[in-house]
């Protein structure tokens, strides 16, 4: 079952955008079976190195849209990214290191970062590009 459900409250009405988190909510499911199912560590990390490496793919993808359309808030949404890519990659790091409590960390928080971040910064977003798309028309 998953933890996350992809649905119209969590689109923020870009395409391009929409899939990215779709996939990532896709990913985070995943991870957060595996460990739920008590999956191999081995299964585990590679789902995690998916995810993180998927998530820091997506915050290049936004914010090149971001510079490209010149959208007024990017530096504080970059330093929305930055934050979350350094908390998650320190919990990874101590994941590889061994301590296998990370996943009961790190998957709760990247729930609550990614629908927070979603609903309030990237819905902003998208209502910038989707304005900044209809005055090209």
Do not use: C
């Amino acid at each position: 079952m998953p933890i996350i459900t992809w649905g119209k409250a969590l689109s923020v009405g870009y395409p391009a955008i929409d899939d990215d988190h779709q996939k990532l909510i896709a990913l985070f499911n995943a991870a957060h079976g595996a460990v739920k199912q008590t999956s191999p560590r081995q299964a585990v990390e590679t789902i995690l190195t998916e995810l993180i490496d998927y998530t820091n793919w997506h915050f290049d993808h936004e914010e090149a849209l971001m510079e490209e359309h010149g959208y007024d808030r990017i530096e504080a949404h970059k330093l929305e990214h930055q934050e979350l890519a350094a908390n998650a990659r320190q919990l990874y790091v101590q994941y590889l290191a061994g301590d296998d409590t990370v996943p009961e960390v790190l998957l709760p928080f990247l729930r609550n970062w990614l629908t927070d971040h979603i609903l309030r910064s990237d819905k902003q977003l998208g209502d910038f590009l989707n304005g900044y798309q209809r005055q090209e028309l």
